[in-house]
């Protein structure tokens, strides 16, 4: 079947830096997003991978390893507005409409 | 952003009684998806659509239909709603498929009594 892990909830210090894990077992993997999503409002896009490597933006940084299944969002200099979910969503091919898995997601505390 | 808007925003009804949520949007993306959020699940799939008329269903799609009449607007129907479906529901809209970024309507609190 398929299956994306990721951690319930982390905390971390303001102006530090944390990394957000994902890990996914899937068949026919295509790519991996992830997207922000502040408490009581709507998931927002933040990166999209499809080869290896780490792909920066500005604070926020994505990293993939299509051979181990693995994903990581590192975000740097935190402020208290990351405060939010961070969730991890596979793409699959062999499906020319749809195949978009998501993981539950990573709640990040942000304390002063 | 995409103009996307969800009305209406907050509905509390009662076991058994007909909703309908209504998704807007005002981007021309051939692509609109409901999805339930539920504490301790990701997203889930409802139904989506990839054009007027095209519908398919997703991976939670018993009690819930669809329609898609203009390519703007994506309707989503309990049709005898039940306390399981007690949720927060997200529109999202795309150009493409799967691969295509997503964008994601304010979302409806939907509490079913």
New interface residues.
Partial sequence: GQNIDQPTEMTATEGAIVQINCTYQTSGFNGLFWYQQHAGEAPTFLSYNVLDGLEEKGRFSSFLSRSKGYSYLLLKELQMKDSASYLCAVTLHGDSNYQLIWGAGTKLIIKP | ?AGITQSPRHKVTETGTPVTLRCHQTENHR?M?WYRQDP??????IH?S?GVKDT?KGEVSDGYSVSRSKTEDFLLTLESATSSQTSVY?CATGLA???D???????TRLTVL
């Fill in positions: 952003d692509y998806y301790g699940h990701g997203l889930r799939l989506y990839y398919d997200f498929g799967g691969t970024t997503q964008y994601f309507g304010p979302g």
